[in-house]
Each structure stands twice: as structure tokens, then as C-alpha cells.
């Protein structure tokens, strides 16, 4: 077995024990497909208040800015799928996602343990992890080291998995076994996360307006939500799973065996009332440690407001 085999073998094996649900890796070359497909989307406003898409853009398309002399991408997929959703009865819904603990601290620590086995396995090793923190194009590097491929609603979609899971790289500069991509779109004819988006916010195949996606709206948007979205937005006040929970690959989704995504203590027991009356010494209390902190008390508040002036 070769150098490359015996090191491929070892990070899968590692990323297995580590909870990871899959680990593919892609050779590190330039992404121009990728970064003109992103320049279109940004050339549309498709990218909405999110001005932070617009920088770094050769950094999103080239590793080795990223990390000198990249030859590798290992990507890692991590499971979120909760085993209950909040129960669509309730007066308002927050993002699967979100149920639990943040999965950037999550990821990273099991990203550094790996990164320090690798380092003293090679010392010499130059690598470096992201966690949907900076300029990496996560998608295009899954479907590159054969993890899956984009949907129609522009998300990873795995036959294994589903879209239920978190992206994580470590680019590195030494060269490994890569596996080969999909080589295809397994969506077919299939529409049903077009159809199902309240807003309308698939506008081509493959392709988010974030301007009407209700996760940008409730999430990254510091503004004040238009008033054409009033009766669209069903019961969503931080983020939005309709496109996954319609999306059929979804079936083969499992539940995740996390302890750190377990939903937070009352989560699907606040009532009505408690949302709407929580104040920010309450917000900063029960969400002290939880991805629901990017809105912020006011845009959670905010959005709260919003589906109240539907009603």
C-alpha cells in the first residue's frame, strides 16, 4: 500500500471514529466553474444584505490561497438530523439545525483532533480547517470529492444521507487517494422543493434568491422584512427546513447520535406567549450556545413581530 493509501485510509478511519457521517476527498485545483456560476449569482443581487459573498472571491476558487501549495481537500459531512421535528402545530418553528448546541465549536474541536494526529503522523504537514467560516466554496468541494450532488434548491444532497448534515474541510498540502464525483444529478424530474417553497425563492434550478429565502430573512437579514412576504412566511422565525423536509432523498435521512445537537432544555415547549414576551436577559439565557444567536435578540424579535402582523 502506497504513502497516499495508507494516509487516505488512516483520515477516513479517524473521521469515522470521530462521528463524522462521510469523508471524501478532492484533489485541490482551481474552482473557475464554481466562481463563475458564483459571479452570476452575485451579478443578480441573488445574494441579498449578505455583502461578505461578494469579497475574497479568489480566495473561494483557488485552495492554494488558502493553504501554500494545496494538493488536497478533505471534506467531511456531519449528521444534524434530529430524531423529532418541532411539532408543525406550534405557533412557531425554528430551523432543525438550530435545535442544539452550535456545530461550529462542535466541528472544529473534532477538526483539531484530527489536525493534531495528522501533524504528528507528518510533521512537516501544512494544513488548515474550515467550518462555515470562511471564503471555501464547502458545496462544490463535497460534490468534487464524491459526497453527493447539488439539488434544485442549491443544497448538497447525499443518497445516503440525505441533506440533513454540516460541510467541514481540512485543505492540506500533500497529496492523497481522491475519490471520483457523482457524475450526475439524481433530482430528476422531480420539483418538489420548487413547489413547496412558500416564497418562491428557487428561481432557477439549482439557484436561491436569498432576497425572498425565508432562512436569509430571518437569519442574515439586519433589515425589516418586506411587507409582500405577510401570509407567506407560515410559522418560521429563525431559519426554514421546507425544502429538505419535501425533499424525497430526505427518507434515507437518520437521526444524528450528537449529545451537543440534543434540542435545548423547554425548546419545543415554549408557548406562544413565551416567545413573544421573552426579553433579552431570557433570549441570551436559553440561547447562550446555540447558532439561534446570529439573528440577535432584536431579529428574533423582530421576526416574531412579523408573523404576528400575519396573523
Known amino acids: 500500500m502506497s504513502q497516499e493509501e495508507q494516509l487516505t485510509a488512516f483520515i477516513k478511519n ?9 469523508c471524501g476527498i ?33 480566495l473561494r476558487a483557488n485552495p ?36 442544539g448546541g452550535d456545530y461550529h465549536d462542535v466541528i472544529r474541536k473534532k477538526l483539531n483532533i484530527l489536525t493534531a494526529k495528522l501533524k504528528e503522523k507528518l510533521p512537516g504537514i501544512s494544513l488548515r480547517g474550515f467550518v462555515d467560516s470562511a471564503p471555501v466554496l ?11 450532488w447539488i439539488g434544485k434548491n442549491s443544497m448538497l444532497i447525499s443518497k445516503r444521507n440525505g441533506s440533513y448534515f454540516f460541510i467541514s474541510e481540512l485543505i492540506t498540502d500533500i497529496e492523497l487517494e ?6 450526475g444529478n439524481y433530482c430528476g424530474d422531480c420539483t418538489c422543493c ?21 432562512s436569509y430573512l430571518t437569519i442574515e437579514n439586519k433589515g425589516e422584512i418586506p411587507d409582500s412576504f ?21 427518507r434515507f435521512s437518520t437521526p444524528h447520535t450528537e449529545p451537543a445537537f440534543k434540542p435545548l432544555p423547554g425548546l419545543f415547549g415554549f408557548s406562544k406567549a413565551e416567545w413573544e414576551n421573552m426579553d433579552n436577559v431570557q433570549y441570551n439565557s436559553a440561547f447562550k450556545k446555540s447558532p439561534i444567536k446570529r439573528a440577535k435578540f432584536a431579529g428574533l424579535k423582530r ?9
Open 194 to 214: 420548487i413547489d413547496a417553497c412558500p416564497t418562491a425563492a428557487i428561481t432557477d434550478l439549482y439557484t436561491v434568491d436569498a432576497n425572498k429565502c425565508i
Open 303 to 311: 421576526n416574531i413581530e412579523f408573523l404576528k402582523g400575519s396573523e
Open 14 to 22: 479517524e473521521a469515522a471514529m470521530l462521528g463524522f457521517a462521510a
Open 178 to 183: 481522491y475519490d471520483q464525483p457523482m457524475g
Open 64 to 99: 492554494d490561497l488558502l493553504v501554500e501549495n494545496a494538493k488536497s481537500v478533505i471534506v467531511f459531512l456531519y449528521n444534524y438530523c434530529p430524531s423529532e421535528m418541532m411539532d408543525p402545530g406550534s405557533q412557531y418553528l425554528i430551523s432543525s439545525y438550530a435545535y
Open 138 to 148: 464547502e458545496r462544490a468541494w463535497a460534490t468534487r470529492a464524491g459526497l453527493g
Open 26 to 58: 478532492a484533489p485541490a485545483h482551481r474552482l473557475d466553474k464554481d466562481k463563475a456560476h458564483l459571479d452570476n449569482w452575485l451579478q443578480k443581487d441573488y445574494q441579498a444584505g449578505m455583502d461578505y459573498m461578494q469579497k475574497h472571491r479568489d
Open 230 to 250: 405577510k401570509g407567506k412566511y407560515e410559522k418560521w422565525i429563525f431559519g426554514c427546513d421546507i425544502c429538505q423536509q419535501v425533499c424525497p432523498w430526505n
